[in-house]
């Protein structure tokens, strides 16, 4: 039955008008890179301007949650004060990996979702275990607590070819960050309606 969709499936919606933020850790940055790649690339495909993706930075994917929340009020405050909130690194440090929008081009608009996009690797001891635990969890409040989507960008693996076959790395598996972009457009969407 055509109503029926698979498990998974993404609904095509025009994001033209949409705002979205990305925030990435710095870990895994070759698995990283594609990932991002790969959500921005299904952004510009549903019509998100590159002026409205803002792309940030954390040390690592523990700090993705306190990020998230922050981007997302600093937004808020932004937009009601007009000006214009850029790329760059939320908590000090370096500026993201993407050239995307700077702060003098980004929109004032408050996010209509933004993408947490993370890569654990299973180590020898159970720190990812507890890594995973926290920002899983944190991510989920973030986005309850505020009302913004908060795409789920963590990939939790047991070893870097799974990460790759993730970001569809090598001509192997399927690039997450692609779908990962389409949610964000459903949801933003869908939390205008
Ligand atoms: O340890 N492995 C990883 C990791 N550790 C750092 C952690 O997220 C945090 O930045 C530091 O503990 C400082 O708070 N962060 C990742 O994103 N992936 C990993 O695989």
Same mark, same amino acid.
């Not at 908590?91 to 370096?94: K, N, P, Q, V, Y």
């Not at 070893?159 to 192997?172: D, T």
């Given at each position: 039955m055509d109503s029926l969709k698979k498990p998974g499936q993404i609904e095509a919606h025009d994001g033209s008008s949409l705002r979205?933020?990305?925030?990435?850790?710095?870990?895994?940055t070759a698995v990283i890179e594609p990932? %991002?790649? $790969?959500? *921005? *690339?299904?952004?510009?495909?549903a019509g998100v301007k590159d002026e409205n993706i803002v792309v940030q930075t954390v040390p690592g994917s523990w700090e993705l949650p306190i990020a998230v929340q922050r981007l997302y009020s600093a937004s808020q405050?932004?937009?009601?004060?007009s000006s214009s909130l850029g790329a760059g690194d939320l908590?000090? $440090?370096?500026t993201d990996l993407s050239k995307s929008a700077t702060a003098s081009s980004a929109s004032t608009a408050a996010f209509d979702a933004i993408i947490a996009i993370g890569v654990l690797i299973k180590g020898?001891?159970?720190?990812?275990?507890?890594?995973?635990?926290a920002a899983s969890n944190g991510l989920m409040r973030v986005s309850l607590d505020s009302g913004v989507p908060v795409i789920f960008?963590?990939?939790?693996?047991?070893?870097?070819?799974?990460?790759?076959?993730?970001?569809?790395?090598?001509?192997?598996?399927?690039?997450?960050?692609?779908?990962?972009?389409?949610?964000? %457009?459903?949801?933003g969407i869908k939390r205008r309606e």
């Open positions: 979205v933020g990305i925030v990435h850790a710095r870990w895994n990932l %991002v790649a $790969g959500a *921005k *690339k299904t952004l510009h495909a405050v932004q937009s009601s004060k908590l000090g $440090g370096s020898e001891t159970m720190h990812f275990e507890y890594i995973a635990d960008g963590l990939l939790t693996v047991l070893n870097e070819e799974q990460a790759l076959a993730r970001a569809g790395v090598g001509g192997k598996g399927h690039n997450h960050g692609e779908d990962w972009g389409s949610a964000a %457009v459903e949801l």
